[in-house]
């Protein structure tokens, strides 16, 4: 296959390049010395001019050899698998308990699941009084596999923080985590099959929210009786659950925990997602999200989870981990994979790219660039589900009345660079001024942030509610000035019980990974919390 | 085009998913309360179960309706144009100088351009000794056209900074501003015809070092008869080939000016670049850098420049600039670009992705990433070019049995997670233990650097240059450590006339950009060194 297209390509080159002769500029010799005359004469190479062979071999490309064989490969079990399940993987991985739901669910962007599914998992036991149980949250892309069980001894992506005497104590507490909604580990997602056509829903899938995954996840308490959780706990995309879940149903949630998390995603972390989002988008095995049953992207998914993962460590990490190694520094340099630190994105590409839908990576990342606990964010969704409510039910998102779903167009010129710096006396609402820092935006680096209004009035309703807030200053996703904004928010909405920490660059350099990684920094300080 | 997309799109749909039937997993009822008895029904959706239609209607993506649309008019332009010069655009813009060389030039890692042309302009002029000479030097994607000029009345991209009085004094100064080797504003770079075999060279290009480009730029000194340089100047990649052009020509340079830019590249720019150079191999118009004639890959282009301009700005200047608006908050959330922000990068992405030639993108970013002015790889270096030039003529790059350029071959498994944190008893080199910092890594963030003594070894070269170092607080993809690492490396050197100066977040929240905007902050600490 590869060779097949490096053929090609030549063929093709000379095909077009022998008739594509390009103009010579004229040479201006407006100058005193001769040509070069200072030059080094390193080179034998005039003996090899109009030779007819090329000055210089063509590079290589070993790392696109790779993922052509793949596409093969992945073409090939689509044509020749006899069960016509297609030649995507199976997401789901490991045994779950899962719940299905069949009263629908609203979303809280119109759209709506007529029935769902939440794959979870338990660990410890649930009292007689059903009022030690702590729901834990999960980041974008994990499973609801945090620990291993019985039927899945595999470690979880917390293992080391759940269990007897560990951050969350499993003698005291029984611990569940689910799968998202929009997820593919077993709950309802896009690889799911709409109840209504019988089809995988793909792009069909509506747009979702946060607030969406804890309502489903609420969904589930109900199933086990559960009214009231000891705790709400989460980090990353989790620990927006976590405050979330405190924020649509405050009766029923005990304590809250939100670890290298915020109130609202901040515009560097909607951009990193939209971009990883793009590199989906960009592949045509994407094919506007209906790949089931066909080669699926995994080269835009691939390129994606690079680009996450540039986001979870931090350089101060990859200085001492990585610095300038190369790969194989005996080798000249490559525009495939060279850098170790090229390696390491590649290999973190490598083994997502087939084990998570690409169409959930697209759902439940929107779904955490759309979080904004602001009150006024809170007041609209309320009013639009309200609206949606009361609507009749031939007004259901299937009439074409109503069908404008991401029709958005784009104004032609949305910005225009501003070529300096705003004069003080002339205030431009586009471009920051340095003199005058906008009274509702956070001083994002230094001291105490300023929360905005709006989300101290968002989040009054936690008023009571003791709270942790962790972060991480080598964090670059979630940067700390986010954490210490929930916490400020908090206070200034009249929360005695809040307590915040930072995790210096000393303490931990392994940015947004940290709640991942640091078991007696955020593991501790979670236990001494939950008590 | 896009109408004839989504119609197959769904008919393939059909096709496959009527016949994928999912599995159902078996439902685990093993708690007390019935299903869903506490959910609020909200829906009227029974009547519509089904119905045969969807739960929720396909999200439209205008963004990718455009981008094919446009595929289409290039193809369409390839098709029917009858000069054959393809439907790729000419890059070059405007009038330049062009100097060609046609003494070859042997490239750092073995490749070799047997002639070379360097476009170039100039402003001010020299005087009779020919000493008030400075040379300015381009970020990656800049031309030549610093500042506009009689024949180019366009403004260029440092038009503030140049001029009579201002940072670069015309009334003293001859500034020279040339269009890199490799770039594509009519310096030779990929899309440049081989004269050895009269083909573009495209990925036929010899990898890059910013070295070679400054030796092509001293190559122009030389035929414009400039010995010696007042100043060697300039920004971002510029700022790298300032300290290159002063440690490759130590006695032909003055003073030099290095503006947030750095002396090795550090991995975590490295891994931003990759990427974009990834979203670019990963377009199957890039063919492999074989393009020309043909549909260029525009949309990796675009995503590489989306990717390129989160890195340039900073996340505190968009959440004062941006924040969370969205570009039409009437609509709903959409999978194309929503929030201002990503309109934002969607139009920087549109401006440039057919602006500059992506295979020059390739080169001089991966240029970039080999930069490093420590000791070590000088001495690399020299060797490799010393063994090279006394090859016979018979051992070019053309012999078969030396073409194994870029083939680099991956260990299966580059790197392993590291699931915890180290034990500070047992160093493991491949992560950062927090308590014991690696002596020869500077400390990123807090206080003086400690510059590897690689470094100090390869800039003492330059222990009696006046050199101005700039950093600014808020540059996330040039970090002020890295400023403040060649300040201390250059005084650790011996050099007593090191100026360095960082901008702090509150004088400026433009992050990497600065260089272009901030004429007092940037510019006026130019004009008063140069004097």
Redesign the interface.
């Known amino acids: 296959m590869a060779s097949q297209?490096?053929t090609s390509?030549?063929r093709?080159?000379?095909t077009?390049?022998?008739?594509?002769?390009?103009p010579r500029?004229?040479?201006?010799l407006?100058?005193?010395?001769p040509?070069?005359?200072?030059?080094a004469?390193?080179?034998?190479?005039?003996?090899?001019?109009?030779?007819?062979?090329?000055?210089?071999?063509?590079?290589?490309?070993?790392?696109?050899d790779a993922?052509e064989t793949r596409s093969a490969t992945l073409e090939q079990q689509a044509s020749t698998r006899s069960d016509?399940?297609?030649p995507e993987p199976s997401y789901t991985v490991g045994a779950t308990?899962?719940?299905?739901?069949?009263?629908?669910?609203?979303l809280d962007?119109?759209?709506?699941?007529?029935e769902f599914?939440i794959a979870y998992e338990t660990w410890g036991q649930m009292n007689a009084a059903r009022s030690n149980v702590i729901l834990l949250h999960t980041g974008l892309s994990a499973s609801s596999h945090a620990h291993s069980t019985p039927e899945n001894p595999q470690p979880g992506w917390w293992e080391?923080f759940i269990g007897p005497g560990l951050a969350l104590d499993t003698n005291k507490y029984f611990v569940i985590c689910t799968n998202v909604i929009g997820g593919c580990y077993?709950s309802t997602g896009p690889s799911?099959?709409?109840?209504?056509?019988?089809?995988?829903?793909?792009?069909?899938?509506?747009?979702l929210t946060i607030q969406d995954m804890v309502r489903a996840q609420?969904?589930l308490l109900?199933?086990?009786?559960v009214e009231t959780l000891h705790a709400s706990v989460g980090s990353s995309m989790g620990g927006m659950q976590s405050l979330a879940a405190g924020v649509e149903f405050p009766a029923r949630v005990g304590r809250i925990v939100s670890i290298s998390a915020c109130a609202?995603?901040?515009?560097?972390s909607?951009?990193?997602r939209?971009?990883q989002?793009?590199?989906i988008?960009?592949?045509?095995n994407w094919?506007?999200?209906?790949y089931?049953?066909?080669v699926p992207p995994h080269?835009?998914m691939k390129?994606a989870r690079?680009?996450a993962t540039?986001t979870y460590r931090?350089?101060?990490?990859?200085?001492?981990?990585?610095?300038?190694r190369r790969?194989?520094g005996s080798?000249?340099?490559?525009?495939?994979?060279?850098?170790?630190?090229?390696?390491?994105?590649?290999?973190a590409g490598e083994k997502f790219c087939l084990t998570y839908d690409p169409n959930s990576l697209?759902y439940v990342s929107?779904a955490m660039?759309?979080f904004?606990l602001g009150r006024a964010n809170q007041l609209a969704t309320a009013a639009r589900?309200a609206e949606?409510?009361l609507?009749?039910?031939s007004s259901?998102?299937?009439d074409p009345s109503s069908?404008?779903?991401?029709?958005?167009?784009?104004?032609d010129?949305?910005?225009e660079e501003?070529?300096?710096?705003p004069d003080p006396t002339t205030p431009n609402p586009?471009?920051?001024n340095?003199t005058t820092?906008?009274p509702t935006?956070?001083d994002?680096?230094?001291g105490t942030p300023t929360p905005p209004a709006d989300l101290i009035a968002g989040l009054r309703v936690l008023r009571s509610h003791p709270v942790l807030v962790l972060g991480v200053a080598s964090d670059?996703l979630f940067?700390a000035w986010q954490q210490r904004e929930v916490a400020s928010a908090l206070r200034a909405a009249g929360n005695a019980r809040v307590e915040h920490h930072e995790l210096s660059?000393?303490?931990?350099?392994f940015g947004h990974d940290t709640f991942?990684?640091?078991?007696?920094?955020v593991g501790g300080q979670v236990r001494g919390f939950l008590g």
């Open positions: 297209r490096v390509t030549l093709h080159a000379k077009v390049f022998t008739t594509a002769a390009v500029r004229p040479v201006h407006h100058a005193v010395k040509a070069c005359t200072n030059a004469r390193y080179l034998h190479g005039q003996a090899a001019r109009r030779s007819g062979a090329p000055s210089n071999p063509a590079i290589k490309f070993p790392c696109l993922l016509k399940s297609g308990q899962t719940y299905r739901c069949q009263d629908p669910l609203l962007h119109g759209g709506q699941l007529h599914d080391k077993g799911s099959i709409d109840p209504l056509d019988g089809q995988r829903y793909a792009t069909r899938f509506p747009i609420f969904r109900d199933h086990l009786g609202r995603s901040h515009p560097y909607i951009a990193m939209y971009v989002r793009r590199a988008l960009n592949d045509p094919n506007r999200g209906f089931y049953g066909r080269v835009g390129l690079e680009i540039i931090s350089g101060p990490e990859w200085e001492q981990r990585f610095g300038r790969a194989d080798k000249p340099p490559a525009l495939c994979p060279d850098f170790l630190v090229e390696t390491y994105l590649d290999h697209l929107k660039d759309l904004d589900r949606r409510a609507l009749p039910p259901s998102p299937n069908s404008g779903t991401c029709s958005l167009t784009l104004p010129k949305p910005y501003q070529p300096q710096q586009t471009t920051p340095p820092p906008n935006t956070p994002m680096n230094l670059i940067p660059e000393v303490q931990s350099l991942l990684l640091d078991v007696e920094g």
